[in-house]
């Protein structure tokens, strides 16, 4: 490819810069059309890279991200492989000539390799994990956009999994099936395991709340029944079933800068969007710019 010639990298990760990101992956695209070949990206972003910021300063999540770059470059150099360093702590990492079931097994030999050489920070081993997203062309989409959109969806849908996962865009489908299977399988067992070691507290506490009531009516007082009375006309009424409020549906926002925002749209002005968020301890609010807004999907 002509353009990585010219491409600069960048200063921190050696990996090739955003600004030259999308003339790379356009002439990749074009490369790959015109020999009717495959290519595929991997997005990958670093588990919990905020708090390793917050908890150890700035030049420790520097050298966090260098360890990353150094493991991109050298675990998969054997693979033709285009590493680049899209913003913060998310990378991508473009195969030519490969599709997603044959990155697969490579980010999974990258994703082992951080576990067997953890970074070392002044002599003492901290594991550094990733999650990361796959999707190819064509098989999901026909530009290299439309893939790196798959990806980074795939990507955000492995961190929402518990984070360190791998997860190809087509099978997004069946692991969401495959997750919250396991999710109920765990809290029904946990409700098992609850009842079978503290039942019997759960069953005095009942036993004792039955005699009590028992009690109450044997000492309740005998009211007599007063003499019967010309019967009081009754009326049929005829229920209303209340109408159920319309719940707008969940939307994911998927923004040009990479971004995806999850909540219902409140309010559209000519520029930008009022949308409430879906937060996992209450509810926000955010301003969308039409203009920094790539697609709506409903979930």
């Known amino acids: 490819m002509n353009r990585l010639d010219h491409a600069k990298k960048d200063y921190l990760t050696s990996c090739y810069g955003r600004e030259d990101m999308s003339d790379i992956l356009r002439e990749l695209e074009e490369d790959c059309k015109a020999g009717q070949k495959k290519f595929s990206l991997l997005v990958a972003d670093i588990d919990h890279f905020k708090s390793f910021n917050d908890k150890y300063g700035h030049f420790f999540g520097d050298d966090v991200l260098k360890y990353f770059g150094e493991a991109l470059r050298i675990h998969l150099d054997d693979f033709q492989n285009i590493p680049i360093r899209f913003g913060g702590d998310e990378f991508i990492m473009a195969f030519p000539g490969k599709s997603a079931d044959e990155v697969y097994p490579l980010a999974l030999g990258l994703k082992e390799s951080l576990k067997v050489k953890p970074f070392d920070y002044k002599g003492c081993p901290i ?173």
């Not at 925002?261 to 926000?284: F, P, Y």
Request: charged share 25%; with cysteine; aromatic share 10%.
């Open 127 to 299: 594991k550094v994990s990733f999650s990361a997203g796959i999707a190819c062309y064509p098989d999901d989409g026909q530009t290299w956009e439309d893939v790196f959109e798959k990806a980074d969806r795939a990507m955000y849908f492995a961190k929402r999994s518990g984070r360190s996962r791998i997860t190809r865009y087509r099978n997004i489908t069946g692991e969401r099936v495959a997750w919250v299977a396991a999710s109920g399988a765990i809290a029904f067992f946990t409700l098992v395991i609850v009842f079978l070691n503290f039942g019997h507290l759960f069953e005095g506490a009942f036993a004792r709340a039955i005699g009590e009531l028992k009690k109450s009516e044997l000492a309740a007082p005998q009211v007599s029944e007063p003499p019967a009375m010309n019967p009081t006309p009754t009326f049929e009424t005829q229920a209303v079933t209340p109408v159920p409020e319309k719940v707008p549906p969940l939307q994911e926002f998927y923004l040009k800068s990479g971004g995806v925002i999850q909540g219902v749209v409140e309010e559209e002005t000519g520029d930008a969007l009022i949308v409430r968020l879906k937060l996992s301890n209450g509810q926000g609010q955010i301003k969308i710019s039409k203009d920094n807004l790539l697609k709506i999907e409903e979930i």
